[in-house]
């Protein structure tokens, strides 16, 4: 299966105008914003869980990345609320569940095949740091390796910002809205920006905050690759 998967094309997708459609495990439904496989992918969705719904243990053999929109995401690790982001490194396990349902994004086989690093953060707890030049625009780090950078972004009402990540970058908006170039994201809203392009941000009258991931697209045929062999 392929979705978004030209990865030298700009991608808009606004999830909330798309089907639910169930996963192999009852309970379970997704909506792809980008994918390159089967039932294993190099993949972003959204994941809703049901009340009382959950996967089966299994490896991530390629990694998870996730960011709770809404609800409690639960595993053996402990309990995950609105606004947690966690990164499952390849070669982790886990048995997913949500006793009360939740809604997450994750992201599948798009890590550095030696990571080992764990990451449980819960954002909304985190500090933020004006950005260099831009009084009107703050950052929470969240994390960073020798190929991508991972934060979050808070911009005031009508702030912008122009940037050029050489190795690609794609944003979610979680709260707000934010226009790039003439298209209005807005919340749940998705964007992936190719290799060597630049990215012009301008915040609704409200503000926004977006989670924000550039350098991965450099690793990407890696990563594709990968998958094929698992």
């Given at each position: 299966?392929k979705?978004?998967a030209d990865f030298?094309?700009?991608?808009?997708?606004?999830s909330?105008?798309l089907?639910w459609?169930?996963s192999p495990?009852?309970?379970?439904?997704?909506?792809?914003?980008?994918?390159?496989?089967?039932?294993v992918?190099?993949a972003?969705?959204?994941?809703r869980?049901?009340?009382?719904?959950a996967?089966?243990?299994?490896v991530?053999?390629?990694?998870?990345?996730?960011?709770?929109?809404?609800?409690?995401?639960?595993?053996?690790?402990?309990?995950?609320?609105?606004?947690?982001y966690?990164?499952?490194?390849?070669?982790?396990?886990?048995t997913?569940?949500?006793?009360?349902?939740?809604?997450?994004?994750?992201?599948?086989?798009?890590?550095?095949?030696e990571?080992?690093?764990?990451?449980?953060?819960?954002?909304?707890?985190?500090?933020?740091?004006a950005?260099?030049?831009?009084?009107?625009?703050?950052?929470?780090?969240?994390?960073?390796?020798?190929?991508?950078?991972?934060?979050?972004?808070h911009?005031?009402?009508?702030?912008?910002?122009?940037?050029s990540?050489?190795g690609?970058?794609?944003?979610?908006?979680?709260e707000?809205?934010?226009?790039e170039?003439q298209?209005?994201?807005?919340?749940?809203?998705?964007?992936?920006?190719?290799?060597n392009?630049?990215?012009s941000?301008?915040?609704?009258?409200?503000g926004?905050?977006?989670?924000?991931?550039t350098?991965q697209?450099?690793?990407?045929?890696?990563?594709?690759?990968?998958?094929?062999q698992?």
């Amino acid at each position: 299966m392929k979705i978004a998967a030209d990865f030298s094309k700009r991608e808009i997708v606004h999830s909330t105008t798309l089907p639910w459609v169930a996963s192999p495990m009852i309970g379970v439904d997704r909506r792809a914003l980008e994918r390159v496989g089967g039932e294993v992918a190099r993949a972003t969705s959204i994941v809703r869980y049901a009340p009382g719904s959950a996967f089966s243990p299994h490896v991530h053999t390629g990694g998870e990345e996730f960011i709770v929109l809404d609800g409690v995401f639960q595993d053996e690790h402990g309990d995950f609320p609105a606004g947690s982001y966690i990164r499952n490194p390849p070669e982790s396990s886990h048995t997913p569940s949500s006793e009360a349902g939740c809604v997450i994004m994750v992201k599948l086989w798009q890590f550095q095949p030696e990571d080992r690093t764990h990451v449980r953060l819960q954002m909304n707890a985190m500090g933020k740091v004006a950005m260099p030049e831009h009084t009107n625009i703050q950052i929470t780090p969240l994390y960073k390796d020798a190929i991508e950078e991972v934060s979050l972004l808070h911009f005031d009402a009508d702030a912008s910002l122009d940037i050029s990540p050489l190795g690609g970058a794609e944003f979610f908006v979680l709260e707000g809205d934010i226009t790039e170039q003439q298209d209005q994201l807005t919340k749940h809203s998705w964007a992936r920006l190719p290799i060597n392009k630049s990215m012009s941000l301008k915040a609704g009258k409200n503000g926004a905050k977006i989670w924000l991931k550039t350098g991965q697209l450099i690793d990407v045929e890696n990563q594709i690759a990968r998958v094929q062999q698992a």
